[in-house]
């Protein structure tokens, strides 16, 4: 009886271990390329001399940016953003509520200008 239960863990969990180890590996490989996309939009967003249509797609990039991982980015496109970048900071907190990581949310804070959220943030 211990045999086929055994025989039965590593027929049916060992693969769905290791899919669910590609699948890991294929998120992360999918999530640089996006931050690369997403530097690349960002240069061309910077390139638009309307402030509020640039403040808006920077807005836009920097949640993607915060959502592919690239927080030190967001945070760059959140202090860019015309007229605010907000909507950054929320996706920024969201992401470092998840990793549950303290000190690197501390040294993203120290980055924010002092007028631009910087208690927002930290709430």
């Known amino acids: ?10 027929v049916v969990c060992w693969p769905a271990a290791s899919q669910n180890q590609v699948s890991k590996t294929d998120a992360q490989s999918k ?7 997403l530097t690349q939009s960002k240069a061309l ?6 402030k509020f249509r ?9 949640v993607a940016q ?4 690239d927080l030190e980015g967001a945070v760059d496109s959140a202090q860019r953003a015309y007229p605010s970048g907000t909507i950054v900071l929320d996706a920024i907190g969201e992401q470092l509520a998840e990793l549950n990581d303290l000190p690197r949310a501390k040294a993203l804070g120290r980055r ?6 910087r208690s927002f943030f930290l709430r």
Do not use: Y
């Open 31 to 37: 999530k640089i390329e996006a931050r690369g996309l």
């Open 45 to 50: 967003a910077l390139k638009i001399t309307e």
């Open 1 to 10: 009886m211990t045999q086929w239960i055994v025989g039965f863990v590593v």
């Open 112 to 117: 924010l200008k002092p007028a631009h959220h």
């Open 54 to 62: 640039q403040g808006s797609l920077l807005n836009q990039i920097g």
């Open 66 to 69: 915060a959502n592919a991982g």
